[in-house]
């Protein structure tokens, strides 16, 4: 089993579904990364099944310790989105019992699957830890959230929302290295925009890289723009952005991610400035 959902999935959706289809026992559980709604149900499968459960060794510390998780990513800019005990208390319902992994992954792993097998693709940026699964003989990819077009969208909700990386350098170098593979169906976690569809056959898979690609470009030249009317801080800046690309439909907490991720790379590349709490070039 690749992933699991949120603490409730396991017994409201995924145990009724293998049983509806014949399945009576998960011996394997991959997380692809640490967050809380692909990991979430880990502990409840492992409690009620033979299944071990195996991560990448980088976020391995967010499933074991989910304060860790909470401190490091939920909360990690709560001095601009702060979070009252609410919803502290619907993170800790979501990600449910830490749980212990007994399979430590790396890069380029194999994982032997009936007859088949899995390669480990490490992926980071979206996490650490990301990894994506790939079946060579059928040239299946199994992306998670390793790649995230332009985002999310939801008509019903009326949002939309940015794509979630905390390491841009790596995001990018990751989406350089899956261009390079040779994948004919790629499987991913979420409706991505622009496809809003979770299987993309080889060329449409190639065009949604080439899309992430030109909206991490894009970034980094909104922020420059923006930069030339600056200084300012990392809210003020990403409320900017947010607006540009969401086509005023609001800043969500999720969006000062990868405007922060963003910054950093240029700061690396000396590319901005930083002082007293702004940017500026």
């Known amino acids: ?52 459960v195996a991560a990448h060794e980088l976020d391995v510390p967010w499933i074991e310790n989910h304060a860790l998780l909470l401190k490091e990513f939920v909360a990690k800019y709560d001095i601009y989105f702060p979070l009252n005990d609410k919803a502290i208390s619907e993170f800790y319902k979501s990600v449910g019992k830490e749980c212990k ?14 007859g088949s097998e ?49 390491d841009a350098e790596a995001y990018f170098n990751s989406l350089n290295r899956l261009k390079e593979m040779n994948i004919e169906l790629a499987l991913m976690a979420h409706d991505f925009e622009p496809f809003k569809r979770r299987v993309l056959k080889g060329e449409e898979f190639r065009e949604y ?35 540009k690309i969401t086509e005023g439909k609001g800043i969500l907490w999720n969006d000062i991610y990868i405007v922060d991720a963003h910054l950093q790379r240029l700061l690396k590349g000396e590319k901005v400035s930083y002082s007293e709490g702004k940017y500026l070039r």
């Not at 992994?101 to 009936?114: C, F, H, R, T, Y």
């Not at 299946?140 to 979630?164: C, H, M, R, W």
């Open 209 to 243: 890289l080439n899309l992430s690609l030109n909206l991490f470009m894009k970034m980094d030249e909104l922020i420059l723009k923006i930069l030339e009317d600056g200084p300012y801080d990392l809210l003020a800046l990403t409320k900017i952005i947010s607006d």
């Open 101 to 114: 992994v007994d399979m430590i992954l790396k890069d380029g792993a194999i994982i032997p699957v009936d």
């Open 1 to 52: 089993m690749i992933d699991c959902g949120i603490a409730s999935s396991p017994a409201e959706y995924i145990f009724p579904y293998l049983k509806q289809v014949g399945i009576e026992e998960v011996s394997f559980l991959i997380n692809t990364h640490g967050h809380q709604d692909h990991m979430g149900g880990s502990s409840y499968i492992k409690e009620n099944s033979k299944a071990k």
């Open 118 to 166: 899995l390669k480990v693709i490490h992926t980071p940026g979206h996490t650490k830890g990301s990894i994506c699964l790939y079946e060579p003989s059928e040239r299946i990819l199994f992306t998670s959230d390793a790649v995230q077009g332009t985002g999310l969208s939801s008509e019903s909700y009326n949002f939309k929302v940015l794509p979630v990386y905390m």
